[in-house]
């Protein structure tokens, strides 16, 4: 795995062979725990074989902006999403055009926490309007006195960040052409997520459900990932509480952390599963696959949604395990036969009625393991996601950086005021500020 100083001189090619195109890689890394961690972890040790990447995590993107004066990348790669962990790249992404990578295709969480947590409010009115050009500015004043949440999924925050790309890359073809349709001129493409082969040791899976008190016999539901509301856990905690009063033997893991889901134990006690819910709390990496082999069926719900595909689900089709997802707009492309597909006008009856289904019907399960796992094995592969990232990084770094005269002011801010004041009171002049 790459560590966070995972930045390394390399000399080119001997003789006449092309020099390979060195790229800049923003995006977190662990201990860092996120998504995307694991997804740069997994990708970017395969795609060296043929680019020079060095890696850019927070603790060391200082260091980007004196090696590229010293030796200018051919390509600045940014794995943005809406989690605190990629915060640290918006200072970078006007000066330095690339390849952004949106792993989330609404922004506007993430611009509003930077923003109105450094009370820069001028900043994010401006960036809004930019955004949103007929919006109410009424709402600004909304959101700065901490009453957005929810609702900031109605607004994208998307404009500047494609404004400022060579290129924007999703992982959703649906996605990618309302991009399009929305941004018209701007270079959108899609690009296949990919998740390794998923197994596990042939005792791992009755090992955790020991562990976890979980009967050998009983149908287990898992929710991989980040235990927050948009995972729909409150629905699953009611559809759960449902098949317990039919008597089935069913039982729910909650695989993941729980810091922003304060209300999970009152929850727990008020549909009275307590008994049939466990809450691992965060597991590493690699013990997701034992987890995964305990399970007969797995949760992977979503919304609101900031149009994101999930890794935990295709992890979970990798895995041969039968899946639950919500019914949106930018899943449409996915085959009916690859998932059971939850109704969110009728969430509850619908969510309830899909694990009936999968508690009883053990064909069922099989059938739908089968055909999620050859759908990952068509589509999400690493050696898919390797692919599509060869074309775009060398497509990308081919392309100009575009005119973007017209982003709000403050993206052009060199944010040396505080220097410059304190070189005036010591009554010397630096050649930097001059």
Same mark, same amino acid.
């Given at each position: 795995?790459?560590?966070?100083?995972?930045?390394?001189?390399?000399?080119?090619?001997?003789? *006449?062979?092309?020099?390979?195109?060195?790229?800049?890689?923003?995006?977190?890394?662990?201990?860092?725990?996120?998504?995307?961690?694991?997804?740069? &972890?997994?990708?970017?040790?395969?795609?060296?074989?043929?680019?020079v990447i060095d890696i850019y995590p927070e603790a060391t993107a200082h260091d980007f902006v004196w090696r590229a004066q010293r030796e200018p990348y051919d390509l600045v790669v940014y794995q943005l999403g809406n989690s605190r962990g990629h915060d640290y790249m918006w200072g970078?992404?006007?000066?330095?055009?690339?390849?952004?990578?949106?792993?989330? &295709?609404? =922004?506007?969480? #993430?611009?509003?926490?930077?923003?109105?947590?450094?009370?820069?409010?001028?900043?994010?009115?401006?960036?809004?309007?930019?955004?949103?050009?007929?919006?109410?500015?009424?709402?600004? $004043?909304? +959101?700065? #006195?901490?009453?957005?949440?929810?609702?900031?999924?109605?607004?994208?925050? =998307?404009?500047?960040?494609?404004?400022?790309?060579?290129?924007?890359?999703?992982h959703s073809e649906t996605v990618a052409q309302d991009l399009r349709d929305a941004y018209p001129g701007a270079a959108v493409e899609a690009l296949r997520m990919g998740v390794p082969d998923i197994s596990a040791a042939s005792e791992a899976g009755a090992n955790v459900r020991r #562990?976890?008190?979980?009967? @050998?016999?009983?149908?287990?539901?898992?929710?991989?990932?980040?235990?927050?509301?948009?995972?729909?856990?409150?629905?699953?905690?009611?559809?759960?509480? %449902?098949?317990?009063?039919?008597?089935?033997?069913?039982?729910?893991?909650?695989?993941?952390?729980?810091?922003?889901?304060?209300?999970?134990?009152?929850?727990?006690?008020?549909?009275?599963? &307590?008994?049939?819910?466990?809450?691992?709390?965060?597991?590493?990496?690699? @013990?997701?696959?034992?987890?995964? @082999?305990?399970?007969?069926?797995?949760?992977?719900?979503?919304?609101? %949604?900031?149009?994101?595909?999930? +890794? *935990?689900?295709?992890?979970?089709?990798?895995?041969?395990? &039968? %899946?639950?997802?919500?019914?949106l707009a930018h899943t449409s492309e996915i085959p009916s036969a690859v998932a059971l597909r939850v109704d969110l006008l009728d969430e509850a009856a619908s969510l309830a009625n899909a694990m009936r289904r999968l508690a009883d019907d053990h064909q069922l399960r099989v059938a739908?393991?089968?055909?999620?796992? !050859?759908?990952? !094995?068509?589509?999400?592969?690493?050696?898919?996601?390797?692919?599509?990232?060869?074309? =775009?990084?060398?497509?990308?770094?081919?392309?100009?950086?575009?005119?973007?005269?017209?982003?709000?002011?403050?993206?052009?801010?060199?944010? *040396?005021?505080? #220097?410059?004041?304190?070189?005036?009171?010591?009554?010397?002049?630096?050649?930097?500020? $001059?």
């Open positions: 795995m790459p560590e966070e100083t995972d930045i390394i001189d390399r000399p080119s090619n001997p003789g *006449s062979e092309p020099r390979p195109l060195r790229i800049a890689w923003f995006s977190p890394l662990a201990p860092v725990r996120s998504g995307i961690s694991a997804y740069t &972890a997994e990708v970017v040790p395969l795609l060296r074989q043929w680019f970078y992404l006007v000066p330095y055009p690339g390849l952004v990578v949106l792993h989330d &295709a609404r =922004l506007h969480h #993430a611009r509003a926490r930077l923003l109105l947590s450094q009370d820069r409010h001028d900043d994010y009115r401006r960036e809004l309007t930019f955004d949103q050009p007929a919006i109410n500015i009424a709402f600004a $004043e909304y +959101a700065i #006195a901490g009453l957005g949440g929810p609702i900031y999924y109605f607004w994208p925050m =998307l404009r500047s960040v494609i404004r400022a790309a060579k290129m924007v890359a999703v #562990a976890l008190s979980l009967p @050998a016999d009983a149908t287990v539901f898992a929710a991989f990932g980040k235990v927050t509301p948009e995972k729909r856990v409150s629905a699953m905690l009611q559809s759960i509480a %449902t098949l317990k009063r039919e008597g089935r033997d069913a039982y729910l893991v909650l695989v993941g952390d729980t810091d922003d889901y304060p209300t999970l134990a009152d929850e727990l006690d008020a549909n009275g599963v &307590a008994d049939r819910v466990r809450v691992t709390g965060y597991v590493t990496d690699e @013990a997701v696959a034992d987890y995964l @082999a305990a399970a007969n069926a797995c949760l992977c719900l979503r919304w609101p %949604t900031a149009l994101e595909t999930s +890794a *935990s689900w295709l992890r979970c089709l990798a895995a041969a395990k &039968a %899946t639950v997802i919500t019914d739908l393991s089968v055909a999620g796992h !050859a759908y990952w !094995a068509a589509n999400h592969t690493m050696d898919a996601a390797v692919t599509d990232y060869r074309r =775009l990084l060398t497509t990308a770094a081919g392309r100009p950086a575009p005119a973007i005269g017209d982003l709000p002011v403050h993206f052009f801010a060199d944010h *040396s005021t505080t #220097a410059k004041a304190i070189v005036r009171e010591m009554d010397v002049s630096v050649d930097l500020f $001059e």
